[in-house]
T-cell receptor, first 111, second 114 residues
Framework: NAGVTQTPKFQVLKTGQSMTLQCAQD?????MYWYRQDPGMGLRLIYY???????DKGEVPNGYNVSRLNKREFSLRLESAAPSQTSVYFC??????????FGPGTRLTVL | AQSVTQPDIHITVSEGASLELRCNYS??????LFWYVQSPGQGLQLLLK??????LVQGIKGFEAEFKRSQSSFNLRKPSVHWSDAAEYFC????????????FGTGTLLAVQP
């Protein structure tokens, strides 16, 4: 039982490059979320998926796309990375009632 | 819309002193409230949660929080802080229900002086 896993842990991109952040959970939770964490701004919700096959925008969705591939996996894609997307990205799997289990994070730098 | 305010960006306390971290929320119904802690370079760990019932909830590591509906607050407390409590603390409000969307505050960074 690994909980929530994220890959990669670190990534450096050049402006305009694309990449996909992967997230998987093995707790059979319906809800999964992507947050970004920036100094002084806390965690801001990018996208979430309340159940397999559904996705919805959060507070800061611009520049991102997501795919809920199946119940376990929820990926976040940056189609054309920008320096403003330099951040730490956390995936979370959320139980009924809102208790969240977080992945270890992906530290992304866009040059 | 849901929102969470943590008015203190940074707090410093002496080891052994008491601690209170403030959290105010905005939500139309009875909220689900959470406190998470993040140690440097780590993910977030749940400290405690409030769904309903007793307004004083106990969490891990000796933390407690009190839900006060009249003040829209959910402050985190600890009677005696340990050096290992130095971390960033996030308050969050959840809608519950099918979407379980969690909205976080901006965090309070706690430093502990020897």
């Amino acid at each position: 039982n690994a909980g929530v896993t994220q890959t990669p842990k670190f990534q450096v991109l050049k402006t305009g490059q694309s990449m996909t952040l992967q997230c998987a959970q093995d707790m059979n939770h319906n809800s999964m979320y992507w947050y970004r964490q920036d100094p002084g701004m806390g965690l801001r919700l990018i996208y979430y998926s309340a159940s397999e096959g559904t996705t919805d925008k959060g507070e800061v969705p611009n520049g991102y796309n997501v795919s809920r591939l199946n119940k376990r996996e929820f990926s976040l894609r940056l189609e054309s990375a920008a320096p403003s997307q330099t951040s730490v990205y956390f995936c979370a799997s959320i139980q009924e009632g809102g208790r969240a289990l977080f992945g270890p994070g992906t530290r992304l730098t866009v040059l | 819309a849901q929102s969470v305010t943590q008015p203190d960006i940074h707090i410093t306390v002496s080891e052994g002193a008491s601690l209170e971290l403030r959290c105010n929320y905005s939500y139309g119904a009875t909220p689900y409230l959470f406190w998470y802690v993040q140690s440097p370079g780590q993910g977030l760990q749940l400290l405690l949660k409030y769904f309903s019932g007793d307004t004083l909830v106990q969490g891990i590591k000796g933390f407690e929080a009190e839900f006060k509906r009249s003040q829209s607050s959910f402050n985190l407390r600890k009677p005696s802080v340990h050096w290992s409590d130095a971390a960033e603390y996030f308050c969050a409000v959840g809608a519950g229900g099918a979407t379980n969307k969690l909205i976080f505050g901006t965090g309070t960074l706690l430093a502990v002086q020897p």
